[in-house]
């Protein structure tokens, strides 16, 4: 690792745990807010037919199922909020490290995340594209490595 230069840290699992709070809690959110209108359309249906009320506390019961399901909701939308953020910023994170490390990289493009490593087409100084290059980066401390760099120093065992 060069010792002159701080790279920021990647996070590689946020943005993921972000997107599955996202589905887990806006699948219960609409489960809820679901089944509390419909058990109110059969009680109100039922009690225009008989006249009356099967359970008087139906109502006040279905409110509360639906203002849970709209906290869900709301913990729906923060966790898709704080994913696409995370998401944001570990993407720019990661073009600015690579760009620390590399700075014949002029522009990074096209940035897919394959477990803890990455592929990007790198655009380089002297104008040729590498479309597609590898890129590891090192989750402790955010350090890309490109090419060669990948096996590192003989003896060192790579990253």
Not at 4 to 32: D, K, M, Q, R
């Amino acid at each position: 690792m060069d010792e002159n230069i701080h790279y920021e840290t990647i996070s590689f699992t946020l943005p993921w745990v972000g997107l599955w709070a996202t589905l887990i809690c806006g699948a219960i959110a609409l489960t809820l807010i679901l089944v509390a209108v419909v058990r109110v359309r059969r009680h109100r249906a039922h009690s225009a037919r008989e006249s009356r009320n099967v359970d008087p506390n139906l109502l006040h019961d279905t409110a509360i199922q639906r203002r849970v399901g709209y906290g869900f909701a709301v913990l729906a939308a923060a966790a898709a909020v704080m994913g696409v953020v995370v998401f944001i910023q570990d993407r720019a994170a990661f073009e600015s490290n690579v760009k620390a490390k590399y700075p014949e990289i002029v522009e990074v493009t096209n940035v897919k995340q394959t477990g803890t490593s990455f592929t990007a087409d790198l655009t380089y100084a002297d104008g040729h594209t590498a479309v597609g290059e590898l890129v590891m980066v090192e989750q402790a401390t955010g350090e890309p490595r490109i090419g060669e760099d990948i096996l590192g120093e003989p003896g060192t065992g790579g990253m």
